[in-house]
Antibody, heavy 129, light 107 residues
Framework: EVQLVESGGGLVQPGGSLRLSCAAS????????MTWVRQAPGKGLEWVTN????????YYVDSVKGRFTISRDNAKNSLYLQMNSLRVEDTAVYFC??????????????????????WGQGTTVTVSS | EIVLTQSPGTLSLSPGERATLSCRAS???????LAWYQQKPGQAPRLLIY???SRATGIPDRFSGSGSGTDFTLTISRLEPEDFAVYYC?????????FGQGTKVEI
């Protein structure tokens, strides 16, 4: 079964740090771009960051640049999000997701722009004093 | 930055009716880079449509996507009880993704 399982969320004070993990199973993790998306309580979805298969490209939404770092360990089938200098407005459920490949006639291209086809259940981060 | 505006904010319909959801972009978006998601309370989003009109794996054919340029539409031909949820459009531009604010489809 294709699956993503997040962990590492919790309560942290403003200015603190937290590291989220996402364990992948049921597919060849190293083939895929991966991403983090968050959702503040009662709000919509916000894309946070993307990472290429070999970590050679990483992109961030402006609001987290310089504070958050995405990384991955393909040998461990794991995705990470290191969050530093946390703010109250970072409070959200954080989802990891797999980028949907583009497949034609059995050939797949593992691109970052075809949507997000597999999602974890999310982990909750609360930033509060 | 491209901003996506979804309308209406809430759509009140009955099972069996047709739902038409709109997503308008502040600048032209490549159809290749436009996706739609469904989200139910307490659940992760589910990919419905990518490339503006391609259904994701396992998505019923009552869901269809169309549009180009700045105007995109998600249509649910006949609403089933399980279709009542929030729907988001999403676009990819210059290596960044953005979501619309969502449309709630309610009974």
């Amino acid at each position: 079964e294709v699956q993503l399982v997040e962990s590492g969320g919790g309560l942290v004070q403003p200015g603190g740090s937290l590291r989220l993990s996402c364990a992948a199973s049921g597919f060849t993790f190293s083939n895929y771009w991966m991403t983090w998306v968050r959702q503040a309580p009662g709000k919509g979805l916000e894309w946070v960051t993307n990472i290429k298969q070999d970590e050679s490209e990483r992109y961030y939404v402006d609001s987290v640049k310089g504070r958050f770092t995405i990384s991955r360990d393909n040998a461990k089938n794991s995705l990470y999000l290191q969050m530093n200098s946390l703010r109250v407005e970072d409070t959200a459920v954080y989802f990891c997701a797999r980028m949907n490949p583009s497949c034609t006639n059995g050939i797949c291209y593992f691109t970052p722009f075809n949507g997000m086809d597999v999602w974890g259940q999310g982990t909750t981060v609360t930033v509060s004093s | 930055e491209i901003v996506l505006t979804q309308s209406p904010g809430t759509l009140s319909l009955s099972p069996g009716e047709r739902a038409t959801l709109s997503c308008r972009a502040s600048q032209s978006v490549s159809s290749t880079y436009l996706a739609w998601y469904q989200q139910k309370p307490g659940q992760a989003p589910r990919l419905l449509i990518y490339g503006a009109s391609s259904r994701a794996t396992g998505i019923p054919d009552r869901f269809s996507g169309s549009g180009s340029g700045t105007d995109f539409t998600l249509t649910i031909s006949r609403l089933e009880p399980e279709d009542f949820a929030v729907y988001y459009c999403q676009q990819y531009d210059r290596s960044l993704w953005t979501f619309g604010q969502g449309t709630k489809v309610e009974i």
